[in-house]
């Protein structure tokens, strides 16, 4: 099992940045995809970006592209997602995500416990 912890949430201006972190503890080796998901009230939870834990290979969502990158740091067990050009429908509880990968949630195994990003207008 891999414990997940997020950081980095907060209350923006539209057109503002942020950043997140997410430090992986436990059974790292066994991360394949590190990912980010985002839910807001009402929605459901969707695939923001991924990366591959040993690889090069990434995802974002087409709401993310241009805008967002996501990145590793495997000596820190640490995946970081760079927030730029926010916008209002931003808004969400930003979660970090770990397993096998794909684009739904239920590629994932493990999961943080959420950080809220809040972009007003």
């Known amino acids: 099992q891999v414990q997940l912890v997020e950081s980095g949430g907060g209350l923006v201006q539209a057109g503002g940045s942020l950043r997140l972190s997410c430090v992986a503890s436990?059974?790292?080796?066994?991360?394949?995809?590190m990912a980010w998901f985002r839910q807001a009230p009402g929605k459901d939870r969707e695939l923001v970006a991924r990366?591959?834990?040993?690889?090069?290979?990434?995802y974002y969502a087409d709401s993310a592209k241009g805008r967002f990158t996501i990145s590793r740091d495997n000596a820190k067990n640490t995946a970081v997602l760079q927030m730029n050009s926010l916008k209002p429908e931003d808004t969400a509880v930003y979660y970090c995500?770990?397993?096998?990968?794909?684009?739904?949630?239920?590629?994932?195994?493990?999961w943080g416990q959420g950080t809220q990003v809040t972009v007003s207008s």
């Open positions: 436990g059974w790292t080796s066994s991360i394949v995809w």
């Open positions: 995500a770990a397993g096998g990968g794909g684009n739904n949630w239920y590629g994932y195994s493990d």
């Open positions: 990366i591959r834990w040993n690889a090069e290979n990434s």
